[in-house]
């Protein structure tokens, strides 16, 4: 087995090699290796860079320690804190590193398409998935992302039935990730006339954004219906057939898009969904093949399934996977998530660490 610094001798070696084929001057002709060569660059600075910065460190405070040594009265003490301050900046660079090193989620850097979509409850439920995604909204705005709606289908009271967000940004994927699943809602409805409290949820499903070039897809495959597009009345109801139904044969995958006026609009946001749809299939295909396919993310939507509970009554909302409860249900839904999302990384690290250990042992 190789040693940590023999790991990351080669790390800087493929840097290297890295830099050397990006220069390379057919490689802008071929986007994928592009791509693919560019984010595995940008990983392996990062690593190499602290590397290197963990190296000087561990140098000057065994420099420091050295003067000490050699040293007496105020001299001395100067030393001992250089030695100190040195230490603390390595101590603090190698557990990044160690974090650096961790297997990377292959869906990182990539950008997200997140769904929402009301579940049980009836027309509560779509009321509470507006809400979501009205904190969505908040939370993306927050953060400074890129998004925009890809369908948005509004419920007879004001829900919504489903929207569909693309979300631009360096680490949407790594942030949004743990979204994924059943949300529940415990609230008075403002369809409940004598006060009580229902039990609603809705599900949120969370995708990476696939290119072209990640998944071929072979126009043969594809029936593409179009048809007249449907809404709430007046100016939202076309006059055209632009709304376009595309289903992917092989797989059954379907996707309608009805929001824009135009027919070229509509397919292609409706090609840019059933793209990461694929991506996604053959991702869970991949994890079920080597033994490691997680439970699907959405369930069937029952409120049994919940990954999060929202209690208007309480100001409270509650993570069912990492055991946090905050009492600032307004500040959640104000767009407020970080609270309950660095939790989440950081459950999710210790875990990657865990398994890292496991394997070393």
């Known amino acids: 087995m190789r040693s940590i610094d023999e790991t990351l001798t080669a790390l800087a070696d493929e ?16 986007l994928k290796r592009l791509r693919d060569l560019s984010r595995r660059h940008k990983e392996l600075t990062e690593i190499v860079g602290c590397w290197r910065q963990l190296t000087a460190a561990r140098a000057d405070a065994q420099e420091a320690r050295d003067m000490m040594s ?4 105020d001299d001395k003490e100067i030393w001992r804190e250089e030695m100190a301050s040195a230490e603390a900046r390595a101590d603090e660079l190698a557990l990044v590193l160690e974090e650096l090193l961790l297997p990377r989620d292959p869906n990182d850097g990539r950008n997200v398409i997140m769904e929402i979509r009301g579940a049980e409850g009836g027309e509560e439920a779509n009321l509470f998935a507006s809400d979501l995604a009205e904190m969505y909204r908040r939370y993306f705005a927050l953060r400074n992302w890129k998004f925009e709606v890809v369908e948005e289908r509004e419920s007879p009271l004001g829900g919504l039935d489903e929207v569909t967000f693309l ?7 790594m942030r949004l990730e743990g979204e994924a699943g059943v949300h529940r809602v415990q609230r008075v409805p403002a369809t409940e006339t004598k006060g009580r409290v229902h039990t609603s949820s809705a599900t949120v499903s969370v995708m990476p954004e696939a290119e072209e070039v990640d998944i071929d897809v ?14 709430a009345g007046g100016q939202h109801v076309n006059t055209t057939d632009s709304a376009v139904r595309i289903t992917h044969v092989p797989t059954g995958i379907m996707v309608a898009m009805q929001d824009e006026r135009s027919q070229l609009q509509n397919r292609t946001k409706a090609m840019i969904v059933l793209r990461s749809r694929l991506l996604k299939a053959a991702q869970d295909a991949h994890a079920a093949e080597v033994g490691d396919l997680k439970r ?3 369930g069937g939507g029952g409120r049994s399934e919940k990954i999060r509970t929202y209690n208007f009554k309480e100001n409270r909302v509650t993570d069912h996977r990492i055991n946090v409860t905050l009492y600032s249900l307004d500040g959640v839904l104000a767009g407020d998530l970080d609270p309950l999302v660095d939790p989440l990384l950081a459950d999710k690290r210790a875990r990657l660490l865990a398994e890292s250990d496991g394997r070393a042992n």
């Open 15 to 30: 840097l290297t090699q890295v830099e050397s084929e990006l220069a390379q001057p057919d490689v802008a002709n071929d």
């Open 70 to 73: 050699d040293s007496s009265g």
């Open 167 to 173: 979300v631009k940004g360096d680490d949407v994927w």
């Open 218 to 231: 072979d126009p043969n495959d594809l029936k593409i219906d179009i048809y007249r597009a449907s809404g």
């Open 296 to 298: 699907s993310q959405i």
